[in-house]
Nanobody
Framework: VQLQASGGGLVQAGGSLRLSCVCY???????????VAWYRQTPGKQRELVAS???????NIADSVKGRFTISRDNAKKTVYLQMNGLKPEDTAVYYC?????????????WGQGTQVTVSS
């Protein structure tokens, strides 16, 4: 299972972006059973879980982005989306997608290339 994030870019504060996370080397049944999360990291800070969606569609959103970010999935496309509205400069980070992980040692997971989101003030 390989999850790859894309869709980042440069946007002004208050703007929107939609990130996509595609599951490569996945058969549909594998993806259907996968709990997926979006994470972000800025230099010098620990990676942060931003949002997650279970195989059944239950979502969790971090308090720091609640009301602005939503997560959804399209199982037929083996894709999870992160819709980001009302972006703030503090949302600037590299965004990654991966299996949902509730531990604290992120080095235990394999990480693909993230996608850079830069929000200008």
């Amino acid at each position: 299972v390989q999850l790859q994030a894309s869709g980042g870019g440069l946007v002004q504060a208050g703007g929107s972006l939609r990130l996509s996370c595609v599951c490569y080397r996945c058969i549909l049944s594998t993806f259907w059973g996968l709990d997926v999360a979006w994470y972000r990291q800025t230099p010098g800070k620990q990676r942060e879980l931003v949002a997650s969606i279970s195989s059944g569609g239950r979502t969790n959103i971090a308090d720091s982005v609640k009301g602005r970010f939503t997560i959804s999935r399209d199982n037929a496309k083996k894709t999870v989306y992160l819709q980001m509205n009302g972006l703030k400069p503090e949302d600037t980070a590299v965004y990654y997608c991966n299996r949902e992980y509730l531990g604290t040692d992120y080095s235990l997971l394999n990480w693909g290339q993230g996608t850079q989101v830069t929000v200008s003030s």
